[in-house]
């Protein structure tokens, strides 16, 4: 019973980071450091990528209901230079935001580490994993190949 009250707070307290997230992004999104960090990437090469799966998981989210959370996000044939820039500035502010959401559900996973809540803090570790950081790394892969196609 315990189990699904962790669970079922788990997957309160990722939408709560969802919303601090975009909170906080929409703070910082103005100020002049937000454009060295959309240049940011945790992942260098390729084949990083590949190991961790954010091909598998990009194809899970374009065919769940995911897909209906940023329309932002969605690619068309025979795009201009302009609409390849607006997703990639779209693609920085869901990056930004689901990093925000991961670094603030970490205070959380201290906290019940400290408190002994080791099965509460395990599980608020994977929510975190899949639903932000997971999302952040897919962003910055996405953007890469993005800047790839603007450079030629």
């Known amino acids: 019973m315990i189990i699904l009250v962790y669970f079922l707070n788990a997957i309160v307290l990722t939408f709560v980071s969802w919303t601090i997230?975009?909170?906080?992004?929409?703070?910082?999104k103005q100020r002049t450091f937000y454009k060295n960090l959309s240049h940011f990437s945790f992942i260098k090469n390729d084949f990083t990528?590949?190991?961790?799966?954010?091909?598998?998981?990009?194809?899970?989210?374009k065919n769940?209901?995911?897909k209906v959370f940023n329309q932002k996000l969605k690619f068309k044939k025979g795009m201009s230079r302009k609409d390849l820039e607006s997703i990639r500035s779209e693609m920085?502010?869901?990056?930004?935001?689901?990093?925000i959401g991961f670094l603030f559900i970490l205070v959380f996973i201290f906290i019940k580490i400290g408190?002994?809540?080791?099965?509460?803090?395990?599980?608020?570790?994977?929510?975190?994993?899949?639903?932000?950081?997971?999302?952040?790394?897919?962003?910055q892969y996405n953007k890469k190949r993005v800047d790839n196609i603007l450079k030629r």
């Open 49 to 61: 990528n590949k190991i961790l799966g954010l091909s598998i998981f990009g194809w899970i989210i």
């Open 115 to 139: 408190n002994g809540q080791y099965t509460y803090a395990l599980l608020l570790l994977g929510f975190n994993i899949i639903f932000n950081l997971y999302p952040t790394l897919l962003q």
């Open 92 to 99: 920085v502010y869901a990056e930004i935001g689901h990093l």
């Open 64 to 66: 769940s209901f995911f």
């Open 21 to 28: 997230g975009l909170l906080i992004n929409n703070a910082i």
